[in-house]
């Protein structure tokens, strides 16, 4: 550790990350090497999509700020990164995404504290940045009959291929699995028929973006999506076969929108609209309610463990107006949700 006439000398220079332990001057200890070393463990195999955000924001640091040594990273370093951010033409909101990730990796190398156990203790003081001006955007709501369409050219779907089910019906079980409880992309491609819970009638499954602290999503089901469940259940011993590739899925996508006649890119549907206009259609018919369908993070001691509104959501997933062409596979049997 510095000794404190050794501290107050520090306190004289330029604000810097100034280190905790002795280094040998000849190693070099860059961001990317403190990522790889201490943080990038911490990921599962299926959360490559989060590890490539790390690399891709290490790429654009090491671009613009020449890749210093830890220690000798300043605030006015972090500035440049900044400004050659904005100067590339990159919107405040991924330069905001980009600095996330690398304040993520400042923290893990900074100082112990209560907020931050599991701290390396490298570093004496991160450094700052304030985050840039972000406009609110108003969440994409998908008009149903966008919703129809896309349902009905599901037909020209050829992926996934390695399965008994034909691919038209895997998609259309996804698409309303995304309208009826707005699960993250991949939270919903990868689901199992362990995470279904026939004689229940609820599916439950933990989110990858809260895998580590195991927050679970739990929802009934309603006669619309048990139907489609039950027509690939009854053909094939997984629910969606689909592989690390994320390719195929972002290919296909695009090309079941030009088949339902949404031609012009900026028209496209994103999964994340599907997302929205679910949290949208539940807010509507029940206001509140729609933190609880998407699984959001209960908000204080009272939600987190006093607070239970499985009624509400069983009643708002049982009358939710589901979309016309949903309703070619509805489940005529009388289904108990509770």
């Known amino acids: 550790m510095i000794s404190r ?26 961001l990317r090497t403190c990522f790889e070393r201490y943080l990038v463990h911490d990921y599962q ?12 924001a290490l790429n654009h640091w090491e671009r ?17 990164f900044r400004d050659g951010l904005i100067a590339s033409g990159l919107s405040n909101d991924t330069i905001n995404k980009n600095w996330r990730h690398l304040r993520a990796i400042f923290r893990r190398i900074g100082p112990w504290e209560s907020g931050n156990p599991q701290a390396e203790e490298i570093i004496r003081r991160p450094p700052h940045m304030k985050p840039l001006p972000s406009a609110q955007k108003m969440p994409e709501v998908v008009d149903t009959d966008v919703i129809n369409r896309i349902y009905r050219a599901c037909d020209i779907a050829e992926w996934p291929s390695r399965s008994r089910v034909p691919a038209p019906v895997l998609w259309r079980c996804a698409l309303v699995l995304f309208c009826n409880y707005g699960p ?16 229940e009638n609820r599916l439950r499954f933990v989110p990858q973006k809260t895998r580590r602290n195991r927050r679970v999503v739990e ?3 309603n006669g619309t999506v048990r139907a489609h ?11 969606f ?21 949404i031609r012009r890119k900026a028209d496209h549907v994103d999964f994340q609209h599907l997302r929205s206009t679910c949290n949208s259609w ?25 607070l239970n509104l499985w009624s509400e959501i069983v009643e708002a997933v049982e009358q939710l107006e589901q979309p016309e062409a949903f309703l070619d596979q509805r489940d005529d049997s009388q289904l108990r949700l509770f």
């Open 282 to 306: 539940y807010e509507r018919m029940k206001p509140g309610i729609g933190k609880w369908i998407l699984g959001h993070a209960a908000q204080g001691v009272n939600e987190r463990y006093y």
């Open 45 to 56: 195999p299926d959360q490559k999509s989060t590890v490539s955000a790390y690399y891709t």
């Open 229 to 239: 469940l039950r027509t690939v259940e009854e053909n094939s011993p997984r629910l």
């Open 184 to 199: 993250r992309t991949w939270d919903c491609w990868k689901l199992t028929w362990n995470e279904i819970n026939w004689s």
């Open 5 to 30: 006439s050794e501290d107050l000398q520090h306190d004289r220079q330029p604000a810097t990350l100034k280190l905790f332990g002795e280094t040998s001057p000849s190693t070099k200890l860059t």
């Open 241 to 261: 076969p689909v592989t690390e590739d994320r390719g195929d899925l972002y290919n296909q996508w695009p090309t079941i929108q030009y088949a339902a006649a």
């Open 219 to 221: 929802v009934p089901l």
């Open 64 to 80: 613009l700020t020449g890749n210093p040594d830890v220690s000798a990273i300043t605030n006015e370093t972090v500035r440049d």
